[in-house]
């Protein structure tokens, strides 16, 4: 048979000879497709006859394959699974995509930055509900090894952790010092800062010390400067602008209430303290198109350059 003779080939005849293959005889093959018996031989005797060449050698009752038999399972089942895996998708981009989407947060993340993506995803989607977690990291870690969450958002590559999990590098964000009166000459020197009353998110782990260590040699301010622990980027922020304290938050955030003249963003006198926030899923998980299309739009919306607005 020549190439250009391929569109002569009966695809009903090419399946029921991979039932057969695959069954081991024609009755067991016959009872798969829901035929007779003598359907399935029928069919198989007009495909070898058509290609000139025996698919089967005659084993008492058993069929077993010939080198060319052998040859063509191969290619029809490797034909098959591949336009059941084409069917397939073509079907699922052309359905409503239904959730949900399981995203889980560490606790001090900004929802400022999630909401546009939220909004977007559900405008698009509206029979995908998404479903957000706040936990500290080791708690987001084995909720996503145990499957009950999609993806994770860290400060950390949760992938140090445990290598069932895989880490993406999102974004990085300018961590800076926000209050609401602006220092009324020069640059804050530390003994300036050290007289601000000071939000933060954790007790365990102050944030404004890893700012104070940075940029002023290693010091750390006096305890009794931390007035609150806000536990959210977004409470922190609400809070320097109530006058409460002053925080460290990212930039990017601050900066329209910068631009607005309600607050003031401190530098420091060393290169920008930097957090890098990380994507963590499981290697081994098959997405489904809804938490698929989310993370799609979740990179497109955050993962930008260091610094820039979500």
Known sequence: MRFDDLGRLDLNKLLTFLA????GGASAA????HLTR???SHSLGALEAQLGVALFHRVGKSLVATHEGKLLRRAVADARDRLGSALGELLESGAELRGPVRIGLFVGFSRFRLAGAIEAFLRAHPRAPVRVAFGPQAWL??????AKLDMTLSLRPTREQTPQIRSERLFEQTLALALRDPPRRGPL?????SRLPIVDYYQSDPLIDRWTRHHHEGRRLP???LR????STDLALELVLRGVGAAVVPEDLAEPYRRRRELAVIHGP??????????NELRTARRSLAPAAFRELLVGALGRAPGSAP
């Open 20 to 23: 057969i293959a695959e069954a």
């Open 30 to 33: 016959a009872r798969r497709l």
């Open 38 to 40: 003598s359907a399935v």
């Open 141 to 146: 870690a084995d909720e996503l090894l145990a």
């Open 189 to 193: 020197d530390f003994a300036a800062v």
């Open 223 to 225: 305890r009794e400067r």
């Open 228 to 231: 609150t622990f806000a536990g």
């Open 270 to 279: 060393r290169a920008p303290l930097r957090d890098a926030v990380w994507l």
